[in-house]
């Protein structure tokens, strides 16, 4: 969203929508996991990132990319691409694409530099 939309409120997401979008959100993991013994992304096993979490040519080159740019251990890139399934199930998205990577990837960033 443009920083001057974000600064006058203006096309800001209403709650309702928002809750709608995390509702189907939650929705499309419950189904996906519906044979599994898990209930949502942050509970995958390697086992099912494998199987769920499925990257466009793009969004693998940029992963890839950012795995050796950082030196990202694997247990990064596996928290990376959990929270790039949750945003493309936000986003309606069968696969993970290149802006869902990128956008997990500014989170962890954030999160690491609160934690330094």
């Known amino acids: 969203m443009p920083y001057n939309k974000i600064a006058t409120g203006k096309n800001s997401e209403k709650s309702s929508v928002i809750k709608k979008r995390v509702e ?3 929705y499309i993991q419950g ?5 599994e013994e898990i209930h949502c992304n942050a509970e995958m ?17 940029i992963m890839e990319l950012m795995y050796n740019k ?3 251990s694997t247990r990064a890139y ?18 993970i694409l290149d802006k869902h990577i990128i956008e997990a990837m500014q989170y962890r ?4 530099e609160k934690i330094v």
């Open 24 to 26: 189907k959100a939650r």
């Open 31 to 35: 189904k996906r996991f519906s044979m």
């Open 109 to 112: 960033k954030f999160i690491d």
């Open 70 to 72: 950082f030196s990202l």
């Open 45 to 61: 096993s390697q086992k099912l990132i494998k199987r769920y979490c499925h990257l466009d040519k793009k969004a693998n080159r």
């Open 78 to 95: 596996s928290r990376i691409l959990k929270v790039a399934r949750t945003i493309s199930d936000l986003d309606g998205s069968e696969n």
